[in-house]
C-alpha cells in the first residue's frame, strides 16, 4: 500500500488508570489523500508486538466521525479508508486546526491509546460568491466617490488558500476598494469615480473577481448589474422650434392639421408630457383649431375660409410631470390655401379614324380644345398624352391643341392605339379629366413575304416515289387580308436541257415541294433551284429563296469486275510459271461500284481456293500473290473464286472465277500430267554425282557378270535327242530379259548419260523419280525421228542408242 510521511507528537501525562493510556499520539496528513495511503505504523510508533496483535484482536473506534481510517491488523498500519475532505468534516470555518480523533484498543490484556489526525487544509476550493449576479440601483445624481457595498465571496479553504483580494472589470465610471473584516475576511467597496447620465447609458455590467491566495491560485466571478436611476434633468423637446403648416380651405372639421412631438429623455413620470397653448396664442386661432395636451394633435375644430382669413399663428407649450416640472415651446404657423375645388374639361372638336398605316408624318388626326372654371394657377391647365406613342400635341391658340403624326405608323406592329387625352391643372391638389379615342390603321401592301429561311437544304433518297412530298416550303407575310395571300411558283431553271418544272413541282398555296419522277444518284446527284412567294397585294410584293436538293445514295448497284476480263458467266484463265518466287505477284482483280464513296468502298475475299496455303489475296487491293513456291505436290491447275463486296447495307457483291495453269520452261505439253519438279531442285549436285558414278559402276559390273553365267550355262553338255535351242534366239530372248532386269540396276549409268546429253541440249530430264524407281525421260528433242518412250528397258536402249 502507499505510504505517507506524518509527523507525531507524543504527549506523556502523568497518570494510568485500567491500562488506559493517556498518551496521545499525533499524525498530521493533508486532505484530499488517495484511497489506501499509509498514515503510519502503530505498531512501531507504539511499541506493539506485531506477532501478537491480531491475536489480542485490535481494532479502530473513531470518535464522532465517519470511519475515514483503519489499521491493518497484520502490519499495525494506519491507512485511509476513504478520501478525507477537510471542509467536510470541519465544517466550523473559525477553527484554525482540524483533527480526526482515533482509539486503538487492544484485549488480553485490554489497552487504549489515544490518537490525533491532524487534517491540513489544501487550495481545493475556489470562492465562490454568495450571488452570481449582483444588482446595484444608483441614481444618475450620485456625486463622485460614493461608496456601495458587494457581497463578499466565500471560500471553504483556511488561512491562506482563502480569499485574498478582489478585481473589478475595466470602467472608466467605477472602481473598487478591499477592505478586511474584523475576522479577517476579505470585502470589495464599489466606488463612483464619475457622474453618471442615464440618458447616456441607463445599466453598467461589471463583472468582479475574487482571488484566492494558494498556489495555484483560484478564483470566482460574479456579475455587478449597475442600473442608472433617472431624475428629471431634462426639459420636453420638440422636433423643430418653428413649423410652417399649409391646409387648404372647406377641410372637413376634425381633420388633422399636424402631429406635434416633443421628447423628454428623462425615464418615468420625468418623461410624461403634456400639450397646451401659451397666453399669446388669439383666442380665434384658439376656437378655430384644437389641441389635444395627451398626444399633441392639432385638428381644425371651425371651419377654414381662405377669403375670410388666410394665416394662423400660436405657440404650443411641453411641460413634463416631474417633481420639478420642466417644459419647452414651439410657435406654429399656419397658412390656408385656395381650394381646387373645379375639375378641368376636354372637348373633342375633330378626329379621324380610320387612316392609312402609310400616313405622312404631321398629318393632323384630331383637334381638342380645353378648359377650367378655376382662378389662377387652379384655373391654367396642361394637356398630354401618354410618352410612349407616334404622336405629339401641337398647340394652335389659346387653350386649343391639334394631335399630329411625329413617328412613321406600322399597322403589324400596332394595329390601332387607344389615345388618352389627359388635361390637369396646376391646382394643389391637381385635378384632372381625361378623354379616350381610338384610332385603328388601314392595312397597305407595305411587306414583301419572308421565309424563315434564306437557303434550303432538303436531302431526298434516291429511288424515291414520283409524286413524293420532299419539304414544306412556307413563307409569311405580316399584311392582312389580299396583301398576305401568296402564291408560289418554281422560278424556271434548265439543267441539261430539262426544266426544273419537269422535275419538281409546287403547291402554289401551300408551298408542298413534290417530286415529280425517281431520281437516280449515280445519274444526277443534285440540284439548285429558286423557289417564288408572291402576295397577292397592288402592286404585288415577292421574295425567293434558294433550294439545294441534295440526293442521297441508296446502295443500289452491285461491284462490277472489270479486271481480269472475261465474258459474262466465263472463267478467267491464267498461267504462270512454277519457278514463280514467293510474293509474286500472280493477279489482280479490279472492282467497280457506281455508288458514293461509302457504298462503293469495296473489299475482296477468298470464296473459293484449291490450296489456302498458296495464294494470298489483299482484302484492299485485290492482289493475289503467291505464299510460297510451288512443290512437285501442288496441282498443276489451281481454281480461285474472289469475291468483291461493296460497303452498303445490305452489301452487294461479284464473284470471279480464275482458274490457274502452271508452266515449266521448255517443257514438252504431251508430259504436263506428269509429277512436276521443283526447278530449285540441284540434280546436279555433287553427292548426286557421286551416287550416280557409285550406281553405274555396280550395275555395270553386275551386267558383265550376268552375261559370263550366260554362256557358261550355254556351253554346258545337252541331250543328244532333243534339238538344241537356237542359241541366237536364245541370246536374244536372254539379252531383253538381262535388259530389262538390269535396266533398274543401270538406271544410275543411263541417268548419268542422259544429264550428258542434257547439257548438250539434247534431252531434257523432268524430275527424279521417287527413290527406288526409274529416271525417266521427259523430252526428246525434235528432229530424232523418236516418239516420247515407256519406261521399258528395250525402248530406253533404244532411245540411247539412236541419239548416240
Not at 18 to 47: C, F, Q, W
Not at 193 to 205: A, F, G, I, P, Y
Not at 209 to 231: C, E, N, Q
Not at 560 to 571: E, K, N
Amino acid at each position: 500500500m502507499p505510504s505517507c510521511k506524518g509527523y507525531v507528537l507524543l504527549f506523556i501525562c502523568l497518570s494510568f488508570s485500567r491500562n488506559i493510556s493517556t498518551l496521545v499520539t499525533h499524525y498530521s496528513i493533508p486532505e484530499e489523500m488517495k484511497e489506501g495511503s499509509v498514515i503510519a505504523n502503530l505498531a512501531t510508533d507504539l511499541s506493539m508486538d506485531v506477532k501478537t496483535q491480531n491475536q489480542r484482536k485490535i481494532r479502530l473506534d473513531i470518535i464522532a466521525n465517519k470511519k475515514y481510517l483503519d489499521v491493518n491488523k497484520e502490519t499495525g498500519e494506519l491507512y485511509i479508508v476513504e478520501k478525507i475532505d477537510r471542509e467536510n468534516v470541519c465544517t466550523t470555518k473559525s477553527l484554525a486546526s482540524c483533527y480526526l480523533k482515533l482509539e486503538i484498543i487492544l484485549e488480553n490484556p485490554v489497552r487504549i491509546f489515544n490518537i490525533e489526525v491532524e487534517i491540513l487544509d489544501m487550495n481545493d476550493n475556489a470562492p465562490q460568491f454568495r450571488r452570481d449576479i449582483i444588482h446595484l440601483d444608483i441614481s444618475e445624481a450620485t456625486s463622485k466617490g460614493e461608496r456601495f457595498s458587494l457581497s463578499n465571496a466565500v471560500d471553504p479553504d483556511v488561512g491562506i488558500n482563502s480569499v485574498k483580494t478582489y478585481h473589478l472589470s475595466e470602467s472608466e465610471l467605477f472602481s473598487i476598494e478591499v477592505q478586511t473584516g474584523r475576522d479577517g475576511s476579505k470585502f470589495a467597496e464599489l466606488i463612483l469615480t464619475k457622474t453618471l447620465d442615464r440618458e447616456q447609458q441607463s445599466v453598467h455590467n461589471l463583472i468582479l473577481t475574487a482571488v484566492d491566495g494558494g498556489t495555484p491560485a483560484r478564483s470566482g466571478t460574479a456579475s455587478v448589474i449597475v442600473r442608472v436611476l433617472d431624475t428629471n434633468d431634462n426639459a420636453p423637446t420638440f422636433d423643430q422650434a418653428k413649423y410652417n403648416i399649409r391646409t387648404i380651405e372647406n377641410s372637413p372639421i376634425g381633420s388633422l392639421v399636424i402631429d406635434l412631438n416633443a421628447t423628454d429623455l428623462d425615464e418615468g413620470s420625468n418623461s410624461d408630457v403634456t400639450y397646451s397653448y401659451s397666453l399669446y396664442t388669439s383666442e380665434k386661432t384658439q376656437d378655430t383649431f384644437k389641441l389635444n395636451p395627451s398626444t399633441g394633435e392639432i385638428t381644425i375644430k371651425g371651419m377654414l375660409n381662405y377669403e375670410d382669413f388666410r394665416i394662423y399663428d400660436m405657440e404650443v407649450i411641453a411641460t413634463d410631470k416631474g417633481a420639478t416640472a420642466l417644459s419647452g415651446q414651439c410657435s406654429i404657423q399656419i397658412l390656408v390655401e385656395d381650394m381646387n375645388d373645379n375639375h378641368p374639361e376636354i372637348s373633342i372638336k375633330s378626329f379621324h379614324s380610320p387612316v392609312n398605316e402609310n400616313i405622312a408624318l404631321d398629318t393632323v388626326i384630331a383637334v381638342v380644345s380645353v378648359s377650367d372654371k378655376d382662378s389662377g394657377d387652379n384655373g391654367v391647365v396642361d394637356l398630354h398624352i401618354p410618352d410612349n406613342m407616334p404622336f405629339t400635341l401641337r398647340e394652335s391658340s389659346d387653350n386649343y391643341y391639334e394631335l399630329v403624326v411625329s413617328e412613321p405608323l406600322d399597322r403589324e406592329k400596332v394595329p390601332e392605339y387607344d389615345i388618352t387625352f389627359t388635361v390637369t391643372d396646376r391646382g394643389s391638389p391637381p385635378l384632372s379629366d381625361n378623354e379616350t379615342m381610338t384610332l385603328e390603321l388601314l392595312d397597305v401592301n407595305d411587306n414583301v413575304p419572308q421565309f424563315p429561311q434564306s437557303f434550303y437544304t432538303i436531302r431526298v433518297m434516291e429511288n424515291n416515289a414520283p409524286g413524293a412530298l420532299l419539304s414544306s416550303l412556307t413563307a409569311f407575310d405580316p399584311d392582312l387580308h389580299e396583301n398576305q395571300y401568296l402564291v408560289y411558283f418554281i422560278l424556271e431553271k434548265e439543267i441539261a436541257n430539262t426544266s426544273m418544272s419537269m422535275l419538281f413541282s409546287i403547291n402554289p398555296e401551300n408551298g408542298n415541294l413534290y417530286a415529280l419522277k425517281t431520281f437516280d444518284y449515280e445519274i444526277e446527284n443534285e440540284f439548285l433551284f429558286h423557289i417564288e412567294a408572291r402576295d397577292s397585294g397592288s402592286p404585288p410584293l415577292s421574295s425567293n429563296v434558294t433550294v439545294h436538293i441534295i440526293i442521297v445514295d441508296q446502295n443500289d448497284n452491285a461491284p462490277v469486275i472489270v479486271s481480269p476480263w472475261r465474258a459474262q458467266g466465263s472463267v478467267v484463265e491464267e498461267t504462270i510459271p512454277r519457278s514463280t518466287d514467293k510474293g509474286s505477284l500472280v493477279a489482280k482483280v479490279i472492282a467497280l461500284d457506281t455508288d458514293s464513296v461509302h457504298n462503293s468502298r469495296i473489299t475482296y475475299q477468298f470464296l473459293q481456293v484449291t490450296d489456302a496455303t498458296l495464294f494470298s489475296l489483299d482484302q484492299y487491293n485485290g492482289e493475289i500473290r503467291t505464299m510460297r513456291m510451288f512443290s512437285y505436290r501442288d496441282p498443276r491447275h489451281q481454281r480461285l473464286v474472289v469475291v468483291a463486296k461493296d460497303n452498303g447495307e445490305p452489301a452487294l457483291s461479284a464473284t470471279v472465277t480464275i482458274k490457274l495453269s502452271t508452266l515449266e520452261t521448255a517443257v514438252n505439253k504431251a508430259y504436263s500430267d506428269m509429277t512436276e519438279v521443283p526447278l530449285e531442285y540441284d540434280i546436279f549436285s555433287d553427292l548426286n554425282l557421286y551416287l550416280v558414278i557409285g550406281l553405274g559402276s555396280v550395275s555395270f559390273l553386275l551386267l558383265i557378270t550376268i552375261l559370263v553365267t550366260i554362256v557358261l550355262k550355254c556351253q554346258k553338255p545337252k541331250p543328244s535327242k532333243a534339238a538344241p535351242p537356237c542359241r541366237n534366239s536364245v541370246l536374244s530372248e536372254r539379252n531383253s530379259t538381262i535388259a530389262d532386269s538390269t535396266l533398274v540396276s543401270n538406271d544410275a549409268y543411263w541417268y548419268s548419260m542422259f544429264l550428258a546429253e542434257t547439257r548438250k541440249g539434247k534431252m531434257v530430264v523432268r524430275q527424279p523419280a521417287p527413290k527406288g524407281s526409274r529416271y525417266i525421260v521427259s523430252s526428246i528433242p525434235r528432229g530424232t525421228g523418236l516418239t516420247d518412250t515407256s519406261d521399258s528397258a528395250a525402248s530406253t536402249l533404244q532411245v540411247w542408242r539412236k541419239l548416240n
